[in-house]
């Protein structure tokens, strides 16, 4: 580490559950955020003031008038500009030690090999398809899943670690057949609300990688921003699960 590493992340540093060692460990881990909307956008501006080192944003949308509003790292020049282009920018502004790689197109022939190369990964996207297809692709490439989401004052974060035999996975949180796909473009969200869990969710990719505190692995921690409360539910494996049962 440079004297310019010690100095950019001295307040981490002195923190004696981060130190040397753990900073270390964040510049060389590899974390994968999937969606650059109302969460990715403060999780990889934050992950990337972190110090995580190598940094795969995910998106394959444009910047519009309308993301702006709960976006925030996309500005009014962006509008045009491919979501995960116009955040690169932006995270290496805050962080030009960071490698940043773009992807445009996350699909199912690419999915798993993208996931393979994180030591983390982020799920803010705001639809159950796409979010059932992370979910099993981080249980068979055994990877944890850091997964939020946000809807009018509301919003929900836990930690995924379903390749665990004692750990459930997303789908046994949710059942497909049992989903509906409410999202913030029908229902609206609070621009801070998104802020909020963006922040949290940066939060607890960090204290994955570098197993701190309590995780959130088999809890869901929901957030009422009307109430300004927070509680958490347990959340147990399916056994009949059609994704990680087997495990």
Not at 13 to 34: C, N
Not at 118 to 128: E, H, I, Q
Not at 156 to 183: A, H, I, M, R, T
């Amino acid at each position: 580490m440079e004297d310019q590493d010690l100095l950019r992340y001295s307040r981490q540093i002195m923190l004696p559950q981060i130190d040397i060692e753990a900073q270390q460990a964040l510049l060389d881990s590899t974390m994968l955020l999937i969606g650059m909307g109302g969460l990715g956008s403060p999780s990889a501006l934050y992950l990337a003031a972190t110090g995580v080192g190598h940094l795969i944003i995910a998106d394959f949308d444009k910047v519009e008038l309308s993301n702006l509003q709960r976006q925030v790292i996309h500005h009014t020049d962006d509008i045009g500009k491919y979501k995960v282009d116009s955040a690169k920018e932006k995270m290496l502004a805050v962080n030009p030690n960071v490698k940043v790689t773009t992807v445009k197109e996350l699909n199912a022939e690419n999915l798993n090999s993208w996931i393979s190369k994180a030591d983390v990964v982020l799920d803010g996207t705001d639809n159950f398809d796409t979010r059932f297809k992370v979910n099993k692709a981080c249980v068979e490439e055994e990877k944890p899943l850091v997964s939020a989401a946000v809807i009018r004052f509301e919003g929900q974060l836990s930690v995924f670690k379903g390749y665990e035999s004692d750990q459930p996975c997303y789908q046994c949180l949710y059942s497909k057949e049992g989903s509906n796909n409410e999202n913030c473009v029908e229902n609206g969200v609070l621009a801070p609300v998104a802020g909020v869990m963006g922040s949290i969710q940066a939060l607890q990719a960090v204290k994955v990688a570098l197993n701190l505190g309590h995780q959130l692995t088999g809890k869901l921690m929901m957030f009422d921003a009307l109430d300004l409360t927070f509680r958490s539910i347990s959340i147990n494996k399916d056994e009949s699960c059609a994704v990680c049962s087997k495990i």
